[in-house]
């Protein structure tokens, strides 16, 4: 295993997350499920565990899971949602309250989160909620909820008015991803998610940028060493940060909005997917937003024309759009607009000098953002 930012010799753990409420490891390997009953038992988790699913997820992984621990001698018992980000709400978290109140969970008592980001945050709201708060065990089952949603503590559900604002910063007593797992999820998921892992690589790692372009053959081929040596890397990155500002405090969490101003505005723009023909995942936008970022910081005279044909070189490699069609350039201003007037300030860019060095800037001018838009918004 190559050394890199955040890893640590905790045995068997790609890397630990030192934040200042809680220490913890997280596992990454190929076919780590079967590891799962000893890693709770390793971090004196034994007690009755509350796996949360969605069925899906559950379908594929459940019963191995359940195998996982009751062979480690942890009684368990199962709960599914239904896929899809509807189930991130308030009811979905009372109808799982009322189920732990039946089988009469107590302090101490395990929630096991298996699934993808709208398990991990769902099942970590009710973990930090239920009883004032029960250990938590993130078992991400798609590439972003490996990368970013089970790593840093943010747990929440969606009001019907707005995302995730129903949450709380609670981390988890350990993550354990089995890469493998990434097989069975649908092709544009997988897509979607290496674009958090490769903005993670812009942002604070050169060699893992390199390394993806090296390898990208194999890692899109899900090859086991390439594949999962990429999203420990990766999330070894993202560990680093949350364990600087566990909190959004001291602004060191910032960089990992690079290419989410425009992103957001553009989910913004397209309704979230609702408006038809325009639906676009998460990392998806996020794609389009690191490209209009580059194309900001080039046109700010902060990043190379090089640097920048690299990002958009290997975000297309990875299958990433780079500018997108018919989406509305005037809806994503307004969205930009509206989050300057919510943050009652100026829009707070976080722009690439080269890879592996951000810099934040609330000085972009108005006609840079209208050009860099009108490169990618086509
Ligand atoms: N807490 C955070 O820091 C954070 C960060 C980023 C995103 N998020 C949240 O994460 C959510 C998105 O996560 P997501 O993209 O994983 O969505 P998701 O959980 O809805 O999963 C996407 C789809 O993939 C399926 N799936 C997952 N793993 C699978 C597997 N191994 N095999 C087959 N199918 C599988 C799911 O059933 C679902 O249909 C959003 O709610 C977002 O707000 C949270
Ligand atoms: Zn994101």
Redesign the pocket.
């Known amino acids: 295993m190559t050394a890199g930012p955040g890893y640590a010799a905790t045995p068997g753990a790609a890397c630990v997350v030192r934040a200042a409420s809680a220490t913890y490891p997280v596992y990454i390997d190929w076919n780590a499920l079967f590891d799962l009953g000893l890693r709770l038992r390793e971090a004196g988790l034994t007690a009755q565990a509350y796996i949360v699913s969605?069925?899906?997820?559950f379908a594929?992984?459940g019963k191995q899971v359940e195998a996982a621990l009751a062979q480690a001698d942890i009684p368990v018992a199962s709960y599914t949602v239904p896929?899809?980000?509807a189930s991130?709400s308030l009811d979905t978290a009372a109808a799982i309250y009322d189920w732990l109140i039946q089988r009469r969970a107590e302090r101490g008592h395990v929630v096991v989160a298996l699934?993808?980001?709208?398990?991990?945050?769902l099942a970590?709201y009710v973990a930090a909620t239920y009883l004032r708060g029960l250990p938590l065990v993130h078992v991400?089952?798609?590439?972003?909820?490996m990368v970013?949603?089970?790593?840093?503590?943010?747990?929440?559900v969606?009001h019907p008015q707005a995302?995730?604002t129903i949450?709380a910063f609670y981390q988890p007593s350990l993550v354990l991803a089995d890469v493998a797992?990434?097989?069975?999820?649908?092709p544009r998921?997988l897509t979607?998610?290496w674009a958090?892992l490769i903005k993670h690589a812009l942002i604070l790692d050169p060699d893992l940028l390199a390394f993806l372009e090296e390898r990208a053959g194999g890692v899109l081929r899900l090859e086991p060493e390439p594949t999962t040596e990429a999203i420990r890397r990766s999330v070894a990155i993202k560990a680093k940060i949350v364990s600087e500002d566990e909190r959004e405090e001291t602004g060191r969490r910032t960089v990992l909005n690079y290419g989410h101003t425009v992103a957001h505005a553009i989910e913004a723009a397209t309704e979230y997917g609702r408006l038809p023909g325009q639906g676009f995942?998460?990392?998806e936008a996020v794609a389009i937003g690191m490209t209009a970022a580059a194309a900001v910081a080039r046109r700010m005279g902060l990043l190379s024309a090089d640097v920048e044909q690299r990002q958009r070189d290997l975000l297309e490699r990875f299958g990433l759009p780079t500018r997108a069609e018919g989406v509305d350039r005037t809806a994503v201003l307004a969205a930009m607009a509206l989050d300057k007037k919510v943050r009652a300030g100026a829009v707070r860019w976080v722009l690439l000098e080269d890879v592996g060095r951000t810099v934040l800037r609330d000085d972009v001018p108005q006609v840079v953002v209208e050009d860099a838009l009108g490169e990618v918004l086509v």
């Open positions: 969605d069925e899906t997820v594929g992984y896929p899809g980000e991130k699934g993808g980001g709208m398990v991990t945050d970590g991400p089952t798609s590439l972003l909820a970013d949603a089970a790593i840093g503590g943010k747990v929440a969606n995302k995730n949450g797992a990434l097989r069975s999820l649908p998921e979607s998610g958090e995942l998460h990392g």
